[in-house]
């Protein structure tokens, strides 16, 4: 990933306090180089997830910025129109996480959302179009039994991913499922086929979502 000093200066005030965009000591770990998957962990959401959710949560009852599926949740769009300081400081993150990515600062946000899932709710394989990378942020994994270890697993399945090809290239044998704690942002390119598993717990199960592209300026 490229690195660029002023990231680490950029703020955003939220409660009455200057928060950096990107923390200088944030946790970057290489999950492929070829293609492009990177995670990423923050370590102050005390200071932004409860009023986040709180804020997405109200936003799933309006029609107008939810779509309910039959299996796969509530998603609740546009994250980066909410408007609320701690949207605005996660849909920066983001967007800094892209640009450091892809090594280029004219980012386009195509699509925006946070995945709300209840009890026996996941998410089946698919990539994105018009993007060429996308970014999970994972607000709050819910309190899933857990008990294969893979309840509301976030997960990357594709032949292009040498992870998912542990025993002969371009066959995918296994899944690759970074850890995604709260705090957890991963990015990877948009046409990489990836799912969630299904979600057991009785409380909310939430994440946001963004995808990217550049602009042609």
Known sequence: ????????KDKIKVRGKSINIWPAKTEVLEIS???????AHFDDIEKYHDKLKERI???????SHTHRFKIGGSKVRYVHEWGTAESKLINARATAFFCQAVGRSNAVITASWASISRKNEYLA??????????VVYMLEPGNGKNENGLDGKFAITDP???GCCNKEEGRVTMEVSPDMKPGAMIIFPSEL????????GDEPRITLAWNFKLSEK
Do not use: F, N, W
Not at 1 to 8: E, F, H, R, V
Not at 193 to 200: F, K, M, Q
């Open 1 to 8: 990933m490229s690195k660029d000093d002023q990231i680490y």
């Open 33 to 39: 180089d070829s293609p492009m998957t990177y995670l």
């Open 57 to 63: 949560l109200e936003l799933e009852k309006e029609e």
């Open 125 to 134: 394989g698919h990539s994105h179009d018009d993007c060429i990378a996308s």
């Open 160 to 162: 292009r991913v040498p």
């Open 193 to 200: 086929v990836h799912h969630v598993h299904p979600y057991t």
